[in-house]
């Protein structure tokens, strides 16, 4: 509930006000924060690759994207109230370093870190073995 008159239909209350501001973009994109660390398309694409195929296997259930300032990260879990089983990150800050790409555990230990995806996500490739009967 406020104090102003109720809007009409189509109408809002930033016309009313009548004050627009000019804005110079470069100043505006300067003082904009930062956009998130995101995974691409083929990132993503690997990641849910895996995904599906553990999925089928039956050892996941749920996953978790998340973009945050300085990292993204794709968490998977058996069940959605535990936590993760892996987080697969992205850090653009150790690309020149080990790699931007880490698969780490539940226990916050990196299994496996580099700067191709591919070559990280290899982690859960699964050793076939024989069976004799």
Same mark, same amino acid.
């Given at each position: 509930?406020?104090d102003q #008159?109720?809007?009409r @239909?189509?109408?809002? @209350?930033a016309? $009313?006000s009548?004050?627009?501001v000019? &804005?110079?973009?470069k $100043?505006?994109k300067?003082?904009? !924060?930062?956009? #998130? ?6 990132e993503?694409?690997a990641i849910?690759? *895996?995904?599906g195929?553990m999925?089928?296997? %039956?050892e996941w259930?749920d996953?978790?994207i998340?973009?945050?300032k300085?990292? =993204?990260v794709?968490s998977v879990?058996?069940r959605? %109230? $535990?936590m #993760?089983?892996f987080? *697969?990150e992205? +850090? #653009?800050?150790l690309a020149a370093?080990? %790699? =931007?790409?880490?698969v780490? +555990?539940?226990? %916050?230990m *990196?299994l496996k870190?580099g700067? !191709?995806l591919?070559?990280?996500?290899k &982690?859960? +490739?699964?050793?076939l073995?024989? &069976?004799e009967?």
């Amino acid at each position: 509930m406020t104090d102003q #008159p109720d809007l009409r @239909r189509g109408d809002s @209350r930033a016309a $009313e006000s009548g004050s627009s501001v000019v &804005v110079d973009i470069k $100043e505006y994109k300067q003082t904009k !924060d930062a956009l #998130p660390v995101t995974f691409h398309r083929r990132e993503l694409d690997a990641i849910l690759w *895996i995904y599906g195929r553990m999925v089928g296997e %039956g050892e996941w259930r749920d996953y978790a994207i998340d973009h945050l300032k300085d990292m =993204a990260v794709f968490s998977v879990f058996k069940r959605s %109230g $535990e936590m #993760p089983l892996f987080r *697969i990150e992205k +850090n #653009p800050k150790l690309a020149a370093k080990q %790699g =931007a790409y880490s698969v780490v +555990n539940t226990h %916050g230990m *990196i299994l496996k870190r580099g700067h !191709d995806l591919q070559q990280v996500l290899k &982690v859960f +490739n699964k050793s076939l073995k024989l &069976v004799e009967k």
